[in-house]
């Protein structure tokens, strides 16, 4: 537990190196009791906090050590993930909204050492005396700026007055312009920034739509030339978005929708295909703009354009992560005037008459009606698959366990024999609904 060292934790998450923010943030939370970290999205601020919130753990302690406060359920899923896989012998739930509140109550039972939530159900469980903050140390506010921009102010300044006996504070933000709010109670803090330092591997380009063409009719000629590399598409509001996908669905394309208005296993589903490669297509609003951690991603599409400096900045932070390349395509008419935040100038992309659809995913998801509640585990799943569905490893993709399901991926050409040979058959000794992951959502 405690005794774990930095390097074996890396180990664990099959990470080489920490990079200069994180390795920045470990010696700076050694020396203050307050550090705010602004770096761009997928610099790896996860870690940055995590790694020194873990050494502020003990084993000694039973009640709630850390809390960790995140604007969407999407991140504070994503967080405890990391954690978990860091597998430094802690205790860690996860609380947030459309998630079953009666599953969260039981897992406070016993009292985890990190919880990781949404503003609005922690406040929920603090009134219902689900859980107590006496024990808190160490407080994290992910993503800061987007939790008041969400209009959750309210529920953070509730929250934090039940903290008292702090001693750390860890703030982030991929955002410049912010201002730490006063109900955080910091006081000189170190401040971290690498945001003049975003990466020069983003391309910015802009693709003019035909005088006598519709725009989503340039957005098909998009993806066909885009092929079958990740691209997310980013809209304005949810009717866009489901516009969009409608029109893809009718000329065959796969995709799939994403915004705040879908059921949660919906979203859970969709992310989980797309970073799979059961689906390179996303469609979303800017609730996939930040937080969420989907690596090679190599086109981002402003379908439309944002509002918004910050929009823009964020959106663009879902490619060109880290060391890697990627492009983000402005779709606008030649009259449209760009904003002033979008500097410098746009290449012009040409693309030509393209028609030819990208292929099919070479991945599909499959579907388990059972997870961590019912003791699955990814060594169920792959034991399953190969030893009842007679899949060779390599025909494995990515694998996933939720709280109350699980989804793998299994090469396409193989489906069809691996469903008749796992039908009625049962994964460590239940009967589980199996099928292919469902693409069509209920709006909430």
Request: glycine content about 6%.
């Amino acid at each position: 537990m405690k005794n774990l060292t930095i390097e074996q934790i890396l180990i664990n998450l099959q990470i080489p190196a920490l990079n200069t923010m994180q390795e920045d943030s470990l010696l700076a939370n050694q020396k203050s009791e307050n550090v705010v970290i602004l770096s761009p999205t997928g610099s790896g601020k996860t870690l940055g906090f995590l790694l020194p919130t873990f050494q502020t753990l003990t084993s000694e302690l039973t009640g709630l050590q850390a809390l960790v406060i995140v604007p969407s359920r999407e991140l504070a899923l994503q967080i405890e993930q990391v954690f978990r896989n860091m597998k430094t012998g802690f205790k860690i739930n996860c609380c947030y909204g459309g998630h079953d509140i009666d599953i969260e109550q039981n897992n406070f039972i016993q009292a985890p050492a990190i919880l990781i939530g949404t503003p609005g159900r922690i406040c929920d469980h603090i009134e219902r005396k689900n859980i107590h903050l006496d024990s808190v140390q160490t407080l994290v506010l992910d993503e800061f700026d987007k939790c008041l921009e969400m209009g959750f102010q309210e529920e953070m300044e509730f929250i934090l007055s039940k903290l008292k006996n702090l001693k750390k504070r860890i703030l982030t933000s991929a955002t410049h312009s912010v201002s730490i709010p006063e109900f955080t109670k910091i006081t000189s803090p170190i401040k971290l920034n690498y945001l003049a330092n975003k990466d020069s591997g983003l391309s910015i380009k802009i693709l003019y739509i035909n005088e006598n063409e519709e725009k989503l009719d340039t957005l098909y000629r998009l993806i066909c030339f885009m092929g079958n590399e990740q691209a997310i598409v980013f809209c304005n509001q949810r009717d866009e978005v489901e516009e969009v996908c409608d029109f893809l669905n009718s000329h065959k394309i796969i995709n799939n929708n994403f915004h705040g208005g879908l059921e949660q296993n919906y979203r859970e589903s969709t992310l989980t295909k797309f970073r799979n490669g059961s689906n390179n297509l996303l469609i979303t609003t800017d609730l996939a703009a930040r937080g969420l951690d989907i690596p090679d991603v190599k086109y981002v599409v402003h379908f439309h354009l944002p509002p918004k400096a910050d929009a823009f900045i964020h959106r663009n932070g879902r490619t060109a992560r880290m060391t890697a390349k990627g492009t983000a395509i402005i779709m606008v008419n030649k009259t449209t005037t760009l904003p002033d935040f979008i500097k410098p100038k746009p290449i012009i992309l040409e693309i030509g008459n393209q028609n030819k659809l990208p292929f099919m995913p070479e991945w599909l998801t499959l579907y388990f009606g059972a997870g961590k509640k019912d003791k699955i585990n990814k060594i169920d799943v792959v034991g399953f698959l190969t030893k009842i569905g007679k899949l060779n490893i390599e025909e494995l993709g990515l694998i996933e366990i939720k709280d109350n399901s699980a989804y793998a991926a299994v090469k396409r050409n193989k489906i069809k024999d691996l469903l008749s040979l796992i039908k009625d058959q049962k994964i460590k000794g239940k009967k589980v609904k199996i099928e292919i992951a469902r693409e069509t959502p209920k709006i909430e």
